[in-house]
Nanobody, 123 residues
Framework: QVQLVESGGGLVQAGGSLRLSCAASGRTFSGYTMGWFRRAPGKEREFVSA????????DYAGSVKGRFTISRDNAKNTVYLQMNSLKPEDTAVYYC????????????????WGQGTQVTVSS
């Protein structure tokens, strides 16, 4: 089992920045692909970003590419999502997820999920 706890969400004005963190405990963190997903009000959950177990590969949704940066510190069992130039359409609950033996954007392939952290961007 892997337990995931997100933090760092909040209320920010458009154009501002936030840094989300996801602390993992349980099984070996370094063996997992880590991903960030989000669910906006009235919408389905969508992929935001992923990082491979080594950190050598990253992927981003087109809507956040160039604005968000994913990173991980395996020594601290933590993955981060730096969000810059935030827009009102980034408002959502952001979820951290872990996948074993998978790297990609499919939420169904992620085995473990955090409870989520709210990000609200005001215009």
């Amino acid at each position: 089992q892997v337990q995931l706890v997100e933090s760092g969400g909040g209320l920010v004005q458009a154009g501002g920045s936030l840094r989300l963190s996801c602390a993992a405990s349980g099984r070996t963190f370094s063996g997992y692909t880590m991903g960030w997903f989000r669910r906006a009000p009235g919408k389905e959950r969508e992929f935001v970003s992923a990082i491979s177990w080594s950190g050598s590969s990253t992927d981003y949704a087109g809507s956040v590419k160039g604005r968000f940066t994913i990173s991980r510190d395996n020594a601290k069992n933590t993955v981060y999502l730096q969000m810059n130039s935030l827009k009102p359409e980034d408002t959502a609950v952001y979820y951290c997820a872990a996948a074993h033996y998978y790297y990609g954007t499919a939420s169904g392939r992620y085995n473990y999920w955090g409870q989520g952290t709210q990000v609200t961007v005001s215009s």
